[in-house]
């Protein structure tokens, strides 16, 4: 499974982007899907997840009421809504998969990983 992170830009505090992630392969729909960050000089952090279905979601508390983690999989592509953005959410976000169906907010638990995009956000 190859995955392409997109969406990511400059945004005021207090703005809004989706990201999408979009991945090839015939096996999407059972993977569980996560999005994690990465800011300068610190460690990849979780920020959302979901199982295979999209009926389950886990967010980490800095983004909780803020963030929404989504997907549709019949265009293999999972979402995340970001809004009330602040400067501390300025990462490169990258999106995840893993073949359990299940979801992790583990990054160790995951097979497959995107790019990466670029979120600014300026006060």
């Known amino acids: 499974v190859q995955l392409q992170a997109s969406g990511g830009g400059l945004v005021q505090a207090g703005g809004s982007l989706r990201l999408s992630c979009t991945a090839s392969?015939?096996?999407?729909?059972?993977?569980?899907m996560g999005w994690f960050r990465q800011a300068p000089g610190k460690e990849r952090e979780f920020v959302a997840t979901?199982?295979?279905?999209?009926?389950?979601?886990y967010y980490a508390d800095s983004v909780k009421g803020r963030f929404t983690i989504s997907r549709d999989n019949a265009k293999n592509t999972v979402y995340l809504q970001m809004n009330s953005l602040k400067p501390e959410d300025t990462a490169v976000y990258y999106c995840?998969?893993?073949?359990?169906?299940?979801?992790?907010?583990?990054?160790?638990?995951?097979?497959?990983w995107g790019r990466g995009t670029q979120v600014t956000v300026s006060s």
């Open positions: 995840a998969g893993r073949s359990s169906g299940y979801y992790s907010s583990d990054r160790n638990d995951y097979d497959y």
């Open positions: 392969g015939r096996t999407f729909s059972g993977y569980g």
């Open positions: 979901t199982t295979w279905s999209g009926g389950s979601t």
